[in-house]
């Protein structure tokens, strides 16, 4: 069955691949659009970098990646926020290390 919404890209040993169709099969594109942004997460990306990598990339709107994420976060708030724990770079503390010299502990001689 052809859909007249779906895109159609060449690939390997020029097999076509059909991406699902939004308005034809709505649960179809919200698990492949679920399923890109799972794997931007194991990327490491934030939210915004994953909105401009599936827009680029994927060709899927921004609206519905940021409403697929929100729904996500929702769902799997505890993993969110272990995440962005994990990503967010840490401030870097400087503490000096103060080496003791040998020589100071030893008595001197007479």
Known sequence: MFCPHSTKEKGMFHD??????????P??????VQHLIERCLILRMSCDDCVEA?????????LVTLTVWRE???ENRGFFQAYYQAILPRPVTY???????????RKPWK
């Open 16 to 25: 076509y691949y059909f991406t699902p169709c939004l308005h034809c099969h």
């Open 95 to 105: 503490k000096p290390i103060q080496r003791v010299s040998r020589f100071r502990k």
């Open 54 to 62: 599936l827009a680029r990339h994927a060709r899927i709107r921004p």
């Open 27 to 32: 649960r179809s594109y919200i698990r492949m």
């Open 72 to 74: 996500l976060l929702k």
